[in-house]
């Protein structure tokens, strides 16, 4: 028997505003524990909420960007449960009236366009980091309270591959958007993936097995293709699928049972008294899409139509917003778009791979980089000059012209200069005219590097082979 899987995605995605969510509490990573707190995140009594207004300018956008209808009344409340992640006891979100509702995305499999629908997107705040040991756990309150959007897409993904491509797709937009920096590592965006099997021409859904704690892009589709099989074996043999939440064993490539669930969990959700409905006039979202900075398939489709260079290079470019961002500060200075792109992906990004930084610890210049790329173009120094101004340059951010004088980084360009050099070089070989006639290209190399020794590399190559075709042939 075949069976058909029904996947649906819940990702929540971490804002990257200044505070949290209703409190001035800042956000940071990697500080010390429950030194980013306020008396608001620790429930002390009295302590009243207040709306983060650049939280809702950033869902507005991803709404946006989703296709979504947005709702220009905001209403909160309040999910209660006791657990140690929220010293409140509660939860604040958007349960009953979500701020974006009946939005999309594409995908492409194969080479086919793919829409993916989305049910709802709302605004809630973090929980708190814990950390578990054998016997205790520790809790980390610097994470709660800090701005969400949870995104739930309808069951309408059926493969790993399909919800891959689905949260890329969503993390293009966070990152783009400037909502979030999207990193899974750090748990920004985090992902739980609700799978389930039926025979195919089927309509009723099957049991729902919920995977969770999933830490990368490509975790998601493994779980999911795994979760398919295992399922798919249990209905084969005739055993039950229980209704369980699991997590994905990295090391084992498999999912392993976390707990049995039984009954829905009734969280009694009721209206958050302590924030009036919030009334979004039509100039505030309008204003948040407006001022939303450039999404990933307009800058693609900009820098293909506008700059003219390869789409694999794009791609790569665009793979990170901060190294897009810089291209394009570079595209300011020279209209030489793929030889920037080239020098960006290949002597950039080695550099940066090797000294283990990113673009936006790069000391460079944009204008200086773009320079270097317009000296090299015109032919004013060679290869290997690049390579050592390039490296002084990531040292001392100088001109790379100023660096040139002081290195005396300089090509020979006068062809009387070169056709001298040569003519030494071919009298002191004077068999070299008959081997070329016949055919013995070789000769031509011959020259080429022995005028290049005399002068330690700094003839212009692409004049010295047309001179010394000339001079072969006569």
């Known amino acids: 028997m075949n069976f058909e899987a029904i996947v649906g995605l819940e990702i929540h995605v971490e804002m990257k505003t200044k505070s949290k969510m209703f409190s001035n509490a800042p956000i940071t990573f990697g500080k010390e524990p429950n030194t980013e707190v306020t008396y608001l995140d620790m429930a002390y009594p009295g302590a009243m909420p207040s709306l983060n207004k650049e939280a ?123 909502v979030s920096d ?62 369980e939440t699991r997590r994905f064993d990295e090391a084992k490539k498999e999912t392993v049972l976390m707990r049995v669930k039984t009954d829905a969990v009734d969280y009694k959700y009721f209206t958050e008294p302590n924030i009036p409905p919030v009334r979004l006039s039509d100039e505030f979202v309008q204003n948040a899409i407006d001022t939303c900075p450039e999404l990933y398939d307009a800058k693609l489709e900009r820098f293909l139509n506008n700059y003219k260079i390869a789409e694999v290079d794009a791609k790569i470019l665009l793979n990170n917003v901060d190294f897009a961002d810089f291209f394009d500060e570079m595209c300011k200075f020279s209209t030489n778009y793929q030889n920037l792109a080239n020098f960006l992906i290949t002597t950039i990004q080695g550099y940066l791979n090797k000294s283990n930084i990113t673009i936006k610890e790069f000391k460079v210049d944009p204008k200086n980089c773009s320079l270097l790329v317009d000296m090299a173009k015109n032919k004013e120094i060679n290869s290997t000059q690049v390579l050592d101004i390039f490296n002084k340059m990531v040292k001392t951010n100088q001109s790379p012209k100023d660096i040139q004088k002081e290195m005396g980084a300089t090509l020979i360009n006068d062809e009387n200069q070169i056709r001298e050099l040569i003519l030494e070089v071919i009298k002191n070989n004077p068999t070299l005219p008959s081997d070329f006639k016949a055919g013995k290209t070789r000769a031509q190399g011959f020259v080429m590097g022995q005028i290049m020794k005399k002068t330690g590399g700094k003839i212009n190559p692409a004049i010295a082979n ?9």
């Open 182 to 243: 999207g990193k899974m590592e750090e748990g920004s965006l985090r992902c739980d993936v609700n799978i389930s099997i039926r025979p195919y021409g089927s309509t009723k859904f099957g049991t729902k097995v919920e995977v969770k704690n999933l830490n990368s892009i490509s975790n998601i589709e493994k779980a999911i293709d795994y979760e398919i099989k295992r399922q798919s074996e249990c209905l084969l043999l005739g055993q039950e699928i229980r209704q």
């Open 466 to 474: 047309k001179l010394i075709v000339e001079e072969l042939n006569k």
């Open 56 to 178: 809702v300018r950033n869902a507005i956008r991803v709404c946006n960007a989703l296709h979504m209808t947005i709702d220009q009344e905001l209403w909160f409340d309040r999910k209660n449960y006791f657990y140690a992640d929220l010293p409140k006891g509660y939860q604040i979100t958007q349960q009953k009236r979500p701020i974006g509702s009946d939005g999309y995305l594409e995908i492409e499999i194969d080479g086919k366009k793919k829409k993916i629908e989305i049910e709802r997107l709302h605004m809630e705040e973090d929980t708190c980091m814990q950390h578990h040991f054998s016997d205790y756990s520790l809790l980390d309150y610097n994470r709660a309270g800090i701005p969400l959007v949870e995104i739930v897409s309808r069951p309408v993904m059926r493969t790993g591959e399909e919800a891959r491509k689905y949260v890329e797709k969503i993390r293009e937009i966070v990152t783009f958007s400037n």
